[in-house]
């Protein structure tokens, strides 16, 4: 019988999920870290028409995080009443590991947006956007019922194609990698020559 998801403490057990937390935390000190000291003017600079700004990358971070949400509660869910749990360590397919490093920075091939997931275009406050990009990294973490759950056998179906599914560790996976790559891009915009100052 299954006992349990959590440890004595209420932390989450699995390594990869733990590595997975890690990496969200780490992303969350990089977006406060990126925007501690922009302006508004800064903040919602772009370098040309078409071309993201700050905000944009993380207005966009925020909006694809929301979006997967009901797709991974709806997977958890799913797995803990069919009973799908395991201990791991857990061995994963070799397509899904390759799109989540496909995500990782530098960017080595871009992927045109659709209109979901897409930032808005009016200037933000940076207060507004990064409270929307961590609320939307906090739910991801409340999410520790996930904990015990096989992490490979578990399937999630892609918010962004309906008929592409990933395990639910890559699933997770794909949250942190996603961040780091946008990230990336927001501090290419702010490297820019023309980057306003102050």
Not at 33 to 57: E, K, M, Y
């Amino acid at each position: 019988m299954y006992i349990g998801i959590f440890n004595n403490i209420g932390c989450m057990t699995s390594p990869e999920l733990q590595d997975i937390e890690r990496q969200i935390h780490g992303v969350n000190e990089e977006a406060r870290d990126l925007v501690r000291r922009l302006s508004g003017t800064q903040f919602n600079w772009r370098a040309a028409p078409g071309q993201w700004s700050i905000a944009q990358c993380l207005e966009h971070l925020a909006v694809t995080a929301q979006l997967e949400l009901p797709h991974l509660e709806r997977a958890i869910s799913q797995a803990i009443q069919r009973q799908q749990f395991a201990t791991g360590p857990f061995r994963y397919g070799r397509l899904g590991s390759w799109f989540v490093r496909s995500l990782e920075p530098p960017v080595k091939f871009k992927v045109k947006t659709t209109k979901p997931f897409a930032p808005p275009s009016a200037d933000r406050r940076v207060d507004e956007v990064l409270g929307s990009y961590l609320q939307a990294h906090e739910e991801v973490l409340d999410l520790r019922r996930s904990d015990g759950l096989d992490l490979a056998r578990v399937r999630v179906t892609s918010a962004f194609v309906r008929y592409i599914h990933f395990s639910l560790g890559h699933a997770f996976a794909m949250i942190p990698a996603h961040a780091r790559r946008h990230l990336w891009q927001a501090r290419q915009v702010q490297g820019n020559a023309e980057f306003p100052v102050g």
